[in-house]
C-alpha cells in the first residue's frame, strides 16, 4: 500500500478583528425599527421584537448580533426609580481644578469615578473643568457626602453644587 502524504498549507495568522463603526447613514428601516424597540423596551423577547419589526425571528437575532458587533448597542440594562432606592436627590456639580496638566487631570477623574452615588463624570468647556451628577437620598446626605469626599477630591480649587429642583426630562433614547 502506497502511503500519500499531505503538506499542510502555510495560512498566515489572521489579524485581531478591528471593532467594527457604524453611523445611522448606513442602518437600513429594519435596523432603526429594532433600535428604537429596544430603547423603548430592552427586556422584549427576541420572537417578539421580530413580530414587532417585521422580521422573522432568525433574521432578527442576527441584526441585533450584528448591531452589537458594530458597537451600536453596548449593553442592556434596567432603569431604576432613584426615589424608591432612596436616591431622589439630583446634584450637578461643577468643579474647576487648580492646575489644567494631564496628571491633575488624570488624579480627579480616577478618585472622582469613586464617589458615591457618582452617576456621571464629563470634561467640560468653560467656567468649570468638570461637570458631575450625583445621586444622594436628600440634603443632609449630600452634606455628609460633600465633607467626606468631595472636599477630598485631588487638585480642586472649587466645587459649586446646583441642587436639581425638578427634573423636566431625562431620557436614555437617542433619536435618529
Known amino acids: 500500500m502506497k502511503e500519500t502524504k499531505f503538506r499542510a498549507r502555510s495560512v498566515p495568522p489572521a489579524a485581531p478583528a478591528a471593532p467594527a463603526t457604524a453611523h445611522v447613514g448606513s442602518l437600513d428601516r429594519a ?11 430592552a427586556s422584549i423577547s427576541n420572537v417578539a421584537l421580530a413580530a414587532k419589526v417585521n422580521l422573522s ?3 432578527c437575532l442576527r441584526r441585533v448580533e450584528r448591531l452589537k458587533e458594530m458597537g451600536l448597542i453596548r449593553g442592556i440594562v434596567a432603569l431604576l426609580a432613584p426615589k424608591a432606592l432612596d436616591a431622589g436627590m439630583l446634584v450637578m456639580i461643577g468643579v474647576v481644578l487648580d492646575r489644567s496638566t494631564p496628571e491633575s487631570f488624570a488624579q480627579f ?7 458615591s452615588g ?3 463624570c464629563h470634561v467640560v468647556t468653560g467656567e468649570f473643568d468638570y461637570f458631575m451628577l450625583v445621586r444622594t437620598r436628600d440634603s443632609e446626605s ?3 457626602l460633600h465633607a467626606e469626599q468631595l472636599l477630598y477630591l485631588p487638585g480642586v480649587r472649587q466645587i459649586r453644587s ?3 429642583l425638578k427634573q423636566v426630562l431625562s431620557t436614555t433614547q437617542f433619536p435618529f
Open 118 to 120: 457618582c452617576m456621571e
Open 142 to 144: 449630600f452634606n455628609r
Open 162 to 164: 446646583f441642587m436639581v
Open 31 to 41: 435596523d432603526k425599527a429594532i433600535l428604537r424597540a429596544l430603547q423603548q423596551d
Open 57 to 59: 425571528p432568525p433574521a
Open 109 to 115: 477623574e480616577s478618585a472622582a469615578q469613586k464617589v
